[in-house]
């Protein structure tokens, strides 16, 4: 379970959030969507202990983010899988020794068990026979499939994504949601998906969390969006000013 309570958050005296609550049951998967600049990623790098709030609290797995230091949070961090926007892959690596980092890095499997992980991670996400090549030598779709290898391969209960399908062709982009929909149904994960990949991103979540004004306008099922008597949030969802 995530619990996001009234979670307020400035830079230089400027509000980004004004109060954010949302709750978020185990397994349930929720998109967040707003405009550019309105402080979405702000919101993940909460959840991901990266930003401590000016005031509220931000609960995983009923402990509370902001509380924890050290090796607390890192054991808490464990649990979690960031896809970030852009993938950050690291670029002197091949595909397989970038899947392989969270394992080498965080458990102690001998390379035969991390070969076995990796491998089957990439063969979730189509690129076994790309294991070899380095980020530089495969395609934006790829980049972003190792990035989700990477982030399943530990198999969190947390998964958190920030626009993982920014700047791939339709089609792509398509695929990538696709296959983070059935990673979803496969392993149960809580999660929040960061996209402007409208409408859609909404085939593949259970919740949408709309930010805008600092504030989540609307939470709640896909399908009640368009009946939002919110004006910002129908905007949001037609694309219409
Ligand atoms: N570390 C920081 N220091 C100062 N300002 C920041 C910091 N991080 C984010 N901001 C500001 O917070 C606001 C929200 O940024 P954020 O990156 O969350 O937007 P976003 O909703 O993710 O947008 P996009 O859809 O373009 O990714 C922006 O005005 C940004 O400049
Ligand atoms: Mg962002």
């Not at 995983?60 to 808490?76: D, H, I, K, N, P």
Request: proline residues 4%; contains cysteine; charged residues 25%.
């Amino acid at each position: 379970m995530i619990q996001i309570e009234n979670l307020t958050k400035s830079f230089d005296g400027v509000p980004v959030l004004r109060g954010i609550s949302l709750s978020i049951a185990d397994g349930e998967f929720v998109a967040l969507i707003g405009r550019s600049g309105y402080g979405k990623s702000v919101l993940l790098r909460h959840l991901a202990g990266l930003l401590r709030p000016d005031g509220g609290r931000v609960l995983v797995g009923g402990q509370e983010l902001s509380s924890l230091r050290g090796r607390e949070l890192e054991r808490l961090r464990a649990r979690f899988g960031f896809v970030f926007q852009g993938g950050a892959l690291f670029d002197s690596m091949s595909v397989f020794d970038n899947v392989a980092f969270p394992l080498r890095e965080k458990t102690r499997l001998s390379e035969a068990e991390i070969a076995a992980k990796v491998r089957a991670a990439l063969d979730r996400v189509g690129l076994e026979s790309s294991e070899d090549k380095l980020p530089g030598q495969i395609s934006g779709g790829m980049v972003k499939r190792t990035a989700l290898a990477r982030a399943l391969v530990l198999q969190p209960e947390f998964l958190f994504f920030d626009e993982p399908t920014t700047g791939l062709d339709p089609l792509t982009a398509q695929g990538v949601l696709e296959l983070i929909d059935e990673c979803h149904r496969n392993l149960g994960f809580t999660g929040i998906i960061v996209s402007h990949q409208l409408p859609r991103v909404f085939d593949i979540v259970d919740r949408v969390a709309v930010l805008h004004d600092g504030q989540i306008r609307y939470f709640g099922p896909p399908d009640g969006l368009e009946r939002s008597d919110d004006a910002a949030v129908r905007q949001l969802v037609t694309g219409r000013a």
